[in-house]
C-alpha cells in the first residue's frame, strides 16, 4: 500500500493551531465539481505519518456553519488520496459529566440540519449509503487507545445534535436534544459525516466541549464578558487536549488508513439506479469517489 495520506480537518479551535505543528508543508489548492474547498489544503508531516489539514471555516473563520462548503472539502481530500479523516469541533454539552474542556469521541449523529448539501449524487441517480454507523469503529478505537496515554479526561463514545445555526439552541431545545439522547450540540458535524461516508472515506469526529450549552443556568452573579471568557478559556483547553490526542494518534505505529474497511467499500451496494441510466459525464465527474 502506499504512503498513507490523513485528513485533519480543523474546527473552532484546532484549525488554528494544529497548522503550526505540521512539517515539511506544501498547500494544494484543489477544484472540485462542488467548488472550492474552505481554504487550500496542507500537506507535509506529523510524526512520520502525512497529513492533509484542512481549516474548516477557512482563513480567518471566514464561513459560518451553514456556509462551509462540506462537499468540497470531502471531495477535495479524496482526489488528493485521503481515505482516512479525523475532525475536530467545538461543541456543547448536554451531560454534567461531559465538563467543558473534555474531549469526545464521537460515535453518533442527529442530523437536525436544512439548508446544507448533503450528497455528493443529486442528479447522478438514487444513491443510499447505510448510516447506521456512521463513525467507523476501527478508527475510532484508535484514537480511544491513544486517549489512554495522555492525560486529559475523552469520553469514548457521544451522540452529536448537529444544528443548523448559525443562532444557538434555545433552552427548550437543549432540553429536547437532551431528551433525544444527545450528548453534545454543534453545528458542524453534518453532513461531513454523511458526505465522507458517500466518499468511502473512515471517518471520526472529536468533539471539543466549551461549555454546558444552554440546559444548564448560568451563575446568576456572572456577566456575559465573564461568561465569554470562561467559554473562550475552556475550548482553548479542550484545544490543547485535542492536539495532544491528534499528535498521539499521528506518532502512534497504528495504522490508520486500511483498505478492508467497511467504510473503504461503502458504494458497493449503495448505487440504485440501473447503469444504463447514469450519464458517462456524470460518472466521469465523479469518479474520485468510487477510488
Given at each position: 500500500?502506499?504512503?498513507?495520506?490523513?485528513?485533519?480537518?480543523?474546527?473552532?479551535?484546532?484549525?488554528?493551531?494544529?497548522?503550526?505543528?505540521?512539517?515539511?508543508?506544501?498547500?494544494?489548492?484543489?477544484?472540485?465539481?462542488?467548488?472550492?474547498?474552505?481554504?487550500?489544503?496542507?500537506?507535509?508531516?506529523?510524526?512520520?505519518?502525512?497529513?492533509?489539514?484542512?481549516?474548516?471555516?477557512?482563513?480567518?473563520?471566514?464561513?459560518?456553519?451553514?456556509?462551509?462548503?462540506?462537499?468540497?472539502?470531502?471531495?477535495?481530500?479524496?482526489?488528493?488520496?485521503?481515505?482516512?479523516?479525523?475532525?475536530?469541533?467545538?461543541?456543547?454539552?448536554?451531560?454534567?459529566?461531559?465538563?467543558?474542556?473534555?474531549?469526545?469521541?464521537?460515535?453518533?449523529?442527529?442530523?437536525?440540519?436544512?439548508?446544507?448539501?448533503?450528497?455528493?449524487?443529486?442528479?447522478?441517480?438514487?444513491?443510499?449509503?447505510?448510516?447506521?454507523?456512521?463513525?467507523?469503529?476501527?478508527?475510532?478505537?484508535?484514537?480511544?487507545?491513544?486517549?489512554r496515554d495522555i492525560d486529559t479526561?475523552?469520553?469514548?463514545?457521544?451522540?452529536?445534535?448537529?444544528?443548523?445555526?448559525?443562532?444557538?439552541?434555545?433552552?427548550?431545545?437543549?432540553?429536547?436534544?437532551?431528551?433525544?439522547?444527545?450528548?453534545?450540540?454543534?453545528?458542524?458535524?453534518?453532513?461531513?459525516?454523511?458526505?465522507?461516508?458517500?466518499?468511502?472515506?473512515?471517518?471520526?469526529?472529536?468533539?471539543?466541549?466549551?461549555?454546558?450549552?444552554?440546559?444548564?443556568?448560568?451563575?446568576?452573579?456572572?456577566?456575559?464578558?465573564?461568561?465569554?471568557?470562561?467559554?473562550?478559556?475552556?475550548?482553548?483547553?479542550?484545544?490543547?487536549?485535542?492536539?495532544?490526542?491528534?499528535?498521539?494518534?499521528?506518532?502512534?505505529?497504528?495504522?490508520?488508513?486500511?483498505?478492508?474497511?467497511?467504510?473503504?467499500?461503502?458504494?458497493?451496494l449503495a448505487v440504485w439506479t440501473?447503469?444504463?441510466?447514469?450519464?458517462?459525464?456524470?460518472?466521469?465527474?465523479?469518479?474520485?469517489?468510487?477510488?
Amino acid at each position: 500500500m502506499a504512503e498513507e495520506l490523513v485528513g485533519i480537518i480543523g474546527g473552532t479551535g484546532l484549525g488554528e493551531v494544529l497548522a503550526e505543528h505540521i512539517i515539511d508543508s506544501e498547500f494544494h489548492d484543489v477544484d472540485t465539481p462542488f467548488g472550492r474547498p474552505s481554504t487550500a489544503i496542507m500537506v507535509g508531516k506529523v510524526g512520520q505519518k502525512r497529513v492533509a489539514f484542512l481549516n474548516r471555516h477557512g482563513k480567518g473563520h471566514k464561513f459560518s456553519p451553514s456556509e462551509v462548503p462540506f462537499a468540497a472539502n470531502i471531495f477535495a481530500l479524496k482526489k488528493l488520496g485521503v481515505h482516512t479523516v479525523i475532525g475536530s469541533a467545538a461543541v456543547g454539552s448536554l451531560r454534567e459529566e461531559i465538563a467543558p474542556g473534555n474531549l469526545v469521541i464521537v460515535d453518533q449523529f442527529i442530523d437536525k440540519t436544512f439548508k446544507r448539501v448533503n450528497s455528493f449524487f443529486s442528479g447522478f441517480g438514487a444513491v443510499h449509503c447505510e448510516m447506521a454507523q456512521p463513525s467507523c469503529g476501527r478508527v475510532r478505537e484508535i484514537l480511544i487507545d491513544a486517549a489512554r496515554d495522555i492525560d486529559t479526561k475523552t469520553h469514548s463514545k457521544g451522540t452529536y445534535v448537529c444544528i443548523e445555526g448559525p443562532q444557538f439552541s434555545t433552552r427548550a431545545e437543549s432540553l429536547m436534544h437532551q431528551s433525544w439522547g444527545g450528548d453534545l450540540v454543534g453545528m458542524t458535524g453534518m453532513p461531513e459525516a454523511k458526505l465522507a461516508r458517500e466518499a468511502q472515506i473512515c471517518y471520526v469526529l472529536v468533539g471539543l466541549a466549551s461549555d454546558y450549552d444552554c440546559w444548564k443556568p448560568h451563575e446568576a452573579q456572572k456577566n456575559k464578558q465573564t461568561l465569554l471568557k470562561e467559554i473562550i478559556g475552556n475550548l482553548q483547553t479542550a484545544t490543547n487536549n485535542c492536539l495532544k490526542l491528534i499528535k498521539a494518534v499521528l506518532t502512534s505505529e497504528r495504522e490508520l488508513v486500511c483498505d478492508d474497511c467497511h467504510c473503504r467499500k461503502s458504494l458497493e451496494l449503495a448505487v440504485w439506479t440501473d447503469q444504463s441510466q447514469i450519464k458517462m459525464a456524470d460518472e466521469e465527474k465523479l469518479k474520485v469517489l468510487f477510488e
